[in-house]
Every structure is written in structure tokens, then in C-alpha cells.
């Protein structure tokens, strides 16, 4: 089993940054790659950021060049590096984990990902 925690999340003005910490505890060992997703109110969650143990990332065209994924395996802590945050980036932010061990033609379907964890909220003003 794989216990996954988010936090770094807040409220921001348009322009802003955050940076999202999701700190995995548990077997995780066999995590090969990760993800961030997020889920605004009577939307759809959606992939925006994933990354493997060799540094291959994915992420979402709403994003690029705007959010930076990374990963320290030595403290078990995956991050998401947010900046010119918009207000349409509102949401609650999951990261991720699955249980197979190689890295997909799409990171970011959420129905490859098997461990979840609870959110953070995130919220950009105008």
C-alpha cells in the first residue's frame, strides 16, 4: 500500500505562484512515475503533469511552460512548480501514483493511476 499526501496548496492572485508538495509513504519502492491532476467544480479530473524516475515528463497544453513537475525520490516527495497562475488553474489538485512500472504513451489519464491522495485546494483570483 501507498499513502499519498498533498499540501502547498492556497489562494492566489492572477500572475501568482505555488508549489504543490505530495509526500508518498508506505511500499514505494516500485513507483516508477507519478502525477498531478486536478478537478475544478462539475468538471472532469485531468492530467496535468506526470514524471518518471529517468525524468520523462508529461504534461497538459494548458500548462506548458508554466508548471515544472519534479521529483525527489531520496525523500519520497513528488512537486509541481506553479507560475502565471490564472484563475482557470482553480481546482483541487491530486497527485498519483500507479501500480505499473512503465511509463505509458499518455501519463495523464487518471485511469491508469491507482493510489490517490485527498487534494489540495488552489484557488487564483482575477
Known amino acids: 500500500q501507498v499513502q499519498l499526501e498533498e499540501s502547498g496548496g492556497g489562494s492566489v492572485q492572477a500572475g501568482g505562484s505555488l508549489r504543490l508538495s505530495c509526500v508518498a509513504s508506505g511500499y514505494t519502492g516500485d513507483i516508477y512515475y507519478m502525477g498531478w491532476f486536478r478537478q475544478a467544480p462539475g468538471k472532469k479530473r485531468e492530467g496535468v503533469a506526470a514524471?518518471?524516475?529517468?525524468?520523462?515528463?508529461n504534461y497538459a497544453d494548458s500548462v506548458k511552460g508554466r508548471y515544472t513537475i519534479s521529483r525527489d525520490t531520496a525523500k519520497n516527495t513528488l512537486y509541481l512548480e506553479m507560475n502565471s497562475l490564472k484563475p482557470e488553474d482553480t481546482a483541487m489538485y491530486y497527485c498519483?501514483?500507479?501500480?505499473?512500472?512503465?511509463?505509458?504513451?499518455?501519463?495523464?489519464?487518471?485511469?491508469?493511476?491507482?493510489?490517490w491522495g485527498q487534494g489540495t485546494q488552489v484557488t487564483v483570483s482575477s
Open positions: 498519483a501514483a500507479p501500480l505499473s512500472s512503465r511509463w505509458p504513451s499518455n501519463a495523464l489519464m487518471p485511469e491508469i493511476y491507482y493510489y
Open positions: 514524471v518518471d524516475v529517468n525524468g520523462n515528463t
